[in-house]
């Protein structure tokens, strides 16, 4: 059974940082590309970053761009987002997902998400 | 960016209902689009792939239409357990892949 397990958020001050961490398992980790995704709260999905499989591809949200990191640890099947310089606008629900293997690359998997609270 | 514009925003709808969601992309995407369901306080649903494909195990009164820059996502026959928000998203741009804002389908 896929799983993904998301741990790290909690209360941080504006301007302040992160570590998310995503623990895979069920599935071989190195072989699939990973995804960022937050949902601020009431609001709808926004995707945040990708990397894939290897670490040699990777994308950011032009809202997160340079301040947010995302990484790999495929020997320790681990999936981490680095959050820096942290905004009111950042408070959100972060989920990890995974990319599926059809045409589109769906979402195909999705961790239970861990809270992020950005406020003074 | 490629924007995705859902409508409505929400509905209300009764148990047996069928159900029609629309999504419209800014520019063509081909069949490069997913639909989700996320119910409250739960992750995210995977639905359906390539704008009509249906995931494995979902109820086969989910079903999906469209190419180029519009979707839709029809319930043909509304069940209890249907309602919910549901999701669009591209997967053309690999720079972005932006989701809709979401569809709230409520009880009547």
């Known amino acids: 059974e896929v799983q993904l397990v998301e741990s790290g958020g909690g209360l941080v001050q504006p301007g302040g940082s992160l570590r998310l961490s995503c623990a895979a398992s069920g599935f071989t980790f190195r072989s699939f590309s990973m995804n960022w995704v937050r949902q601020a709260p009431g609001k709808g999905l926004e995707w945040v970053s990708y990397i894939s499989s290897s670490s040699s591809t990777i994308y950011y949200a032009d809202s997160v761009k340079g301040r947010f990191t995302i990484s790999r640890d495929n020997a320790k099947n681990s999936l981490y987002l680095q959050m820096n310089s942290l905004r009111d606008e950042d408070t959100a629900v972060y989920y990890c997902?995974?990319?599926?293997?059809?045409?589109?690359?769906?979402?195909?998997?999705w961790g239970q998400g861990t809270l992020v609270t950005v406020s003074s | 960016d490629i924007q995705m514009t859902q409508s409505p925003s929400s509905l209300s709808a009764s148990v047996g209902d069928r159900v029609t969601i629309t999504c419209r992309a800014s520019?063509?995407?081909?069949?490069?689009l997913n639909w989700y369901q996320q119910k409250p306080g739960k992750a995210p649903k995977f639905l359906i792939y390539?704008?009509?494909s249906l995931q494995s195990g979902v109820p086969s009164r989910f079903s999906g239409s469209g190419s180029g820059t519009d979707f839709t996502l029809t319930i043909s026959s509304l069940q209890p357990e249907d309602f919910a928000t549901y999701y669009c998203q591209q997967s053309y741009s690999t720079l972005g892949r932006t989701f809709g804002q979401g569809t709230k389908v409520e009880i009547k």
């Open positions: 520019q063509s995407i081909s069949i490069y």
């Open positions: 390539a704008a009509s």
């Open positions: 997902a995974r990319t599926g293997t059809g045409v589109t690359v769906p979402l195909d998997y």
